[in-house]
């Protein structure tokens, strides 16, 4: 894989951008970045703060500003926001500047990684203060389209043995890369080639 090329993950709350993302770029020895963190430390307070004083709008504009500057790096995998795909801008950025990742997990599955760490449910702030599953579920309805819109790469997130998953993920990337190493040759392939069982 060229250290010129991005891999950006997209994916539900509790899919494992993070996770994944941290321990993706490690195997391919790659700088990670995680755009809700580099939001959080450039701004000075959490994300649940800046919802509190400017609504989810004014989040999704910082959102949008943090995306359209760090695709514009080269040779990074960063995890974004499950609401990133939003924002058409921020699609667009995505799919025109790297290979885009979509990691999919059943409610089931995210409703037990989100409801796991209260700590982290300070980050999401959409998940405060309701019905997480329902929520979820709306959540997912409204987003899904857009995760599979913009996917060269779908895997199953639901997997519990994380050395396999990123040794076949790692593997798919190498495998949609390959032709030159060239990602428009990549887009041009069929979008979400992998479904992990």
């Known amino acids: 894989m060229s250290q010129h090329q991005n891999i950006f993950l997209i994916g539900m709350p509790g899919a494992g951008k993070s996770t994944v993302g941290k321990a993706l770029a490690k195997l391919l020895g790659l700088p990670f970045v995680d755009s809700d963190d580099e939001i959080v430390s450039r701004n000075g307070v959490g994300i649940a703060t800046i919802f509190e004083i400017e609504g989810e709008?004014?989040?999704?504009q910082r959102e949008s500003a943090i995306?359209?500057?760090?695709?514009r790096q080269a040779g990074i995998v960063m995890a974004t926001g499950g609401g990133a795909i939003l924002n058409g801008d921020n699609r667009n950025a995505?799919?025109?500047r790297g290979l885009v990742?979509?990691?999919k997990a059943d409610l089931d599955v995210l409703?037990?990684?989100?409801?796991?760490?209260?700590?982290k449910r300070k980050k999401r702030p959409l998940l405060e203060?309701?019905?997480?599953?329902?929520?979820?579920?709306d959540l997912l309805a409204v987003r899904e389209p857009l995760y599979n819109e913009i996917a060269d790469i779908t895997v199953?997130?639901?997997?519990t043995n994380r050395s396999k998953f990123l040794q076949e993920l790692a593997d798919e990337i190498a495998?949609?890369?390959?032709t030159g190493n060239d990602l428009a040759a990549a887009k041009n392939t069929t979008h979400n080639s992998v479904k992990k069982a």
Request: net charge positive; hydrophobic share 40%; glycine share 4%.
């Open 175 to 178: 495998r949609v890369t390959a």
């Open 94 to 96: 995505l799919v025109s």
């Open 57 to 60: 709008a004014g989040f999704r």
């Open 156 to 159: 199953n997130a639901n997997q």
């Open 129 to 137: 203060n309701t019905d997480v599953r329902k929520r979820l579920a």
């Open 67 to 71: 995306i359209a500057e760090l695709t």
């Open 111 to 119: 409703v037990q990684r989100t409801s796991q760490d209260a700590g």
């Open 101 to 103: 990742v979509y990691l």
